[in-house]
């Protein structure tokens, strides 16, 4: 790419970077994403720092150039060149103006909402520090797939941080997963916008009933790459009790930069083992099955027949076509995403309640480049696949707004998520007045 030629590249090794978090869980993901794009030294502060030895280890094994280390909550920030802090609001409240001031990006994260912001400027952080520090709120249970959320959206920002490049979001970005809303606000909306983020939303099911469909419930990813590597890590954090993994390729070293479930020191091995060796290590009581096969037309109906619902984390436009008219001929729920460069797309299909794939694009040309080909930055497909991981928890559930009817297109450079509502093409040769596929 471009915009992270090998200069941009050197920078980024050369780039030391403090992540501060309540548990190792909470920031994991980040630590992963910025491993993998090439951060050199990332430094970690951890309220309970139980577990990171493991989470250290795994990122050395994605990128065996990074340096990592745990550090107190009194180390110097001067000593890195970005910093993020990823929490509650209280956590947030008792670091934000601890040891120093350096570029700093913020995420609050609770059980479906969360914020994110990038401070450039010493007086904007403080005077965000006084807001929140002088407002008393109730600290909700986190939801770590907000977290996971909240986590590649800071990668993504520290990448352009250091680059100096894009648009930071200098401004309040506030999201809800639940209901699928993003939008943005400054600093004088603050007390509002504070307030309704502490809102808890309004969901028929309890915790429990919610996890007990999740645990029931069986999920296919199609592909392990890019995509499939998020969304296969947030369907084992939600606790789906039986994921399939499919995916016909090997690990390579490419990979690593973006996909990462997998490590060095799994290259050469098929890459739906390698997924589900780190899968099956975040949840020990799922049930992980494998299909080292190309999901193709002779194939796909008896593989999908054995799901509840599918994840399609795939770059090749023939595999989403066999997906989406397999899945819909079956009656099984799709989950999609594309990624290219720093833009990225998901939508859901729920069929016979709205719009397919071919409604979308009913004639791509499929020998167009893949995202290998064209370029990627590591983070942008995590963000599209954790969003997919969570439209499929809200499908299963059957909580929440989906992303039926409508396409979410993210620009990753800009910081910028819209969500466009559609409509079923009725020409439609899969779910349209004349089927004739």
Not at 227 to 234: D, E, F, I
Not at 381 to 390: C, H, N, R, S, T
Not at 421 to 431: A, G, I, R, Y
Request: glycine share 6%; hydrophobic share 40%.
């Amino acid at each position: 790419m471009p915009e992270i030629s090998m200069q941009g590249q050197k920078k980024l090794i050369e780039s030391t970077v403090l992540v501060y978090g309540e548990s190792t869980k909470d920031i994991m993901i980040t630590v992963l994403y910025l491993s993998a794009i090439g951060i050199g030294k990332i430094f970690c502060y951890l309220k309970d720092d139980s577990e990171y030895e493991s989470l250290f280890c795994d990122a050395k094994d994605l990128n065996n150039d990074v340096s990592i280390e745990i550090v107190n909550e009194y180390f110097p920030a001067d000593k890195a060149d970005v910093r993020i802090i990823l929490g509650s609001i209280s956590f947030i409240d008792n670091i934000i103006n601890k040891n120093g001031f350096i570029p700093t990006i913020v995420s609050m994260v609770n059980e479906w909402k969360g914020t994110l912001q990038t401070f450039i400027e010493v007086d904007n952080l403080n005077e965000y520090a006084q807001f929140t520090g002088s407002k008393q709120y109730f600290n909700k249970e986190k939801n770590l797939l907000t977290a996971s959320f909240s986590g590649v959206l800071c990668s993504v920002e520290c990448v352009k941080l250091i680059l100096n490049i894009g648009k930071t979001h200098k401004n309040l970005l506030i999201f809800d997963l639940l209901l699928m809303e993003f939008n943005t606000f400054n600093q004088a909306q603050y007390e509002s916008v504070i307030y309704n983020f502490n809102i808890e939303n309004n969901i028929s099911l309890s915790k429990k009933e919610i996890i007990k469909k999740l645990n029931n419930s069986r999920v296919l990813v199609v592909g392990t790459g890019g995509l499939g590597s998020p969304s296969a890590l947030g369907l084992a954090i939600a606790g789906v009790g039986t994921i399939g993994l499919l995916d016909s390729d090997k690990v390579e070293l490419s990979n690593l930069n973006r996909q990462i479930l997998h490590s060095v020191s799994r290259i050469g091995i098929p890459k739906a083992e390698s997924a589900k060796f780190f899968v099956s290590n975040i949840n020990h009581n799922i049930n992980v099955i494998t299909h080292v096969s190309e999901l193709n037309s002779e194939n796909a109906e008896d593989t999908i027949r054995e799901y509840d619902a599918i994840i399609s984390a795939v770059d090749n436009i023939q595999t989403r076509y066999i997906i989406n008219d397999t899945s819909y001929l079956l009656k099984k729920p799709v989950v999609e995403a594309g990624v290219l460069r720093f833009d990225g797309t998901n939508t859901t299909i729920i069929p016979d309640e709205g719009h397919c794939y071919r409604c979308l694009y009913p004639n791509v040309n499929t020998s167009g480049m893949t995202c290998s080909e064209a370029g990627i930055l590591g983070s942008i497909p995590g963000v599209m696949g954790f969003i997919e991981a969570i439209e499929l928890v809200k499908v299963i559930a059957n909580i929440g707004v989906t992303l039926k009817n409508k396409i979410l297109l993210f620009d990753g450079l800009e910081m910028e998520f819209n969500v466009i509502s559609l409509s079923k093409n009725p020409e439609c040769p899969v779910c349209g007045n004349h089927y004739d596929i």
